[in-house]
């Protein structure tokens, strides 16, 4: 995980989720849930993610940036996971606004973490960039996954206008 938001130097909180920074907030009405089990599922995705980034503000690039990511790791989500859910939360940090993907799957999970984000390593038909390519355009960036059990992707990118 990339430690890039200074309020993990004044310490973090961890409830039942992600580690988070203290003071952050999920602006209200802003979190939303969406199911990835179908192609079709993953172009809504793309439409939803890509509204939370205009209301966060963001500027077309980094709105394209956080686009790709979802993209990403939704399609590994229904791809290698069996399908799952991504949540997309609106943040607020003082005056900072960002956009947390959280993608879960009930899949086979990563027996091996570090080479999935190794580039060019794939268990499919891919060019083995989905998963390290996400975690390069995103700031924080934090996989948890248990064999047999599942995989949850959370990251987050900040908007610093």
């Keep these: 995980m990339t430690l890039y938001d200074e309020g ?7 409830a039942d989720g992600p580690l ?7 602006a209200p009405g802003a979190a939303t849930t969406h199911a990835v089990m179908s192609e079709q599922d993953l172009l809504t995705v793309r439409h939803a993610v890509r509204s939370a980034t205009v209301e966060a503000g ?3 690039v980094d709105q394209t940036r956080i686009v790709t990511a979802a993209s990403e790791l939704a399609r590994n989500a229904y791809v290698h996971g069996g399908g799952g859910s991504l949540t997309i939360e609106v943040l607020g940090h003082g005056a900072r606004a960002g956009v947390r ?4 799957d009930n899949g086979p999970g ?7 984000l190794t580039d060019g390593w794939t268990t499919g038909a891919g060019l083995g960039h989905g998963l390290g ?8 960036f934090d996989v948890d996954t248990v064999v047999g059990q599942g995989t949850t992707v959370t990251a987050i990118r900040w908007n610093n206008r």
């Design 8 to 14: 993990y130097a004044r310490g973090a909180q961890q």
């Design 20 to 26: 988070r920074p203290v003071g952050l907030d999920v």
């Design 101 to 104: 993907l959280i993608v879960r």
């Design 133 to 140: 390519g996400a975690r390069r355009l995103m700031h924080e």
């Design 58 to 60: 963001f500027a077309l």
């Design 110 to 116: 990563i027996p091996d973490l570090e080479k999935a």
